[in-house]
């Protein structure tokens, strides 16, 4: 299968260290600023992982040692100094990292990213590992770490829906497809909450099989709901490859991204998505399902 969306292209790696030897990495459009550490205003009451907040262009952001935030060691109080803080925007939250040391940024075809090793277990911070002049490199799961330090609370946020409207969303094959085990929580849990029946897969290549199997079988996927950044075929590439086959192309396509930027909303439509969502709020992803299944319904009935 070849894609042809271009879409990680301007999308790179950070490298970075949390230890001597671990390279870890995170997607550059995360990224907003990297600083040098500077000191610190300790929060009341606040995760043991967070050291302080400090002021950076004018906004307030609390700063956290990611090596505690995973298990590692805490960075010592006297090795501050010769850290480097990467401040990111992630989940519609501006959030500074405290880390070792800033590798270097690096172009990356996200295709060669692979899944953690599954005997890792369910809460491993990495979403995935790639190799980079011959050295393992972890992507870390910034959406699962942010969500063990700053808990989400589940479907608080829920619409009240008409019987009717209800009734819609129960009639729609609907396939979620996201890598961060976190998201697949989230927006299986307000579905669940709605009372929806839905199919869940963690990789784009995966869930584009799975389109093509259920239309063979006439039980084709009605609305997609599926995450940007993925290892792999990510959201762009597999929303281009679903219009590009046609007996999929006409599902309602809804990506999502915890990137807080217009370029990634922009270039979701432009790819031939129908809606974009930065993530994760459950009021407007139940209301973008609902627009899908009533353009569904208008077309069936055309």
């Not at 953690?116 to 770490?145: C, F, I, R, W």
């Not at 869940?200 to 709901?225: C, S, T, W, Y």
Request: glycine letters at 6%.
């Amino acid at each position: 299968m070849k894609t042809k969306s271009g879409a990680n292209q301007s999308q790179g790696l950070l490298l970075f260290h949390l230890t001597q030897l671990q390279s870890f990495a995170i997607g550059t459009l995360k990224v907003q600023e990297i600083v040098p550490y500077t000191k610190l205003t300790s929060i009341p009451n606040s995760h043991s992982s967070v050291l302080g907040a400090a002021n950076f262009r004018g906004k307030t952001i609390a700063v956290i040692d990611m090596a505690k935030a995973i298990g590692y060691p805490a960075i010592a109080k006297e090795e501050r100094q010769n850290c480097v803080i990467i401040i990111t925007d992630c989940s519609r939250q501006l959030v500074g990292f405290l880390v070792r040391s800033i590798d270097k940024i690096i172009e990356c075809d996200w295709k060669k990213i692979a899944p953690p090793n599954k005997s890792l277990g369910k809460h491993t911070y990495v979403t995935g590992v790639t190799k980079v002049a011959d050295k393992l490199v972890q992507l870390m799961d910034v959406e699962l770490l942010l969500d063990q330090i700053y808990p989400h609370k589940d479907n608080e946020d829920l619409p009240s829906l008409s019987p009717k409207e209800q009734a819609l969303l129960k009639a729609q094959n609907i396939l979620v497809v996201d890598d961060s085990s976190v998201a697949r929580r989230q927006l299986a849990s307000a579905l669940d909450e709605m009372g929806v029946h839905y199919f869940v897969n963690e990789n784009g290549h995966d869930a584009f099989e799975q389109m093509k199997a259920r239309a063979d079988k006439g039980e084709p996927i009605d609305i997609l709901v599926s995450d940007i950044e993925m290892p792999g075929l990510d959201g762009y590439e597999l929303a281009f490859e679903v219009r590009s086959e046609p007996k999929i192309a006409d599902s309602y396509i809804i990506l999502h991204t915890s990137l807080s930027s217009e370029i990634s909303v922009d270039r979701a439509h432009q790819i031939g998505a129908d809606e974009a969502l930065t993530k994760f709020d459950a009021d407007e992803l139940i209301h973008a399902i609902l627009r899908g299944a009533e353009k569904n319904q208008a077309r069936k009935q055309l």
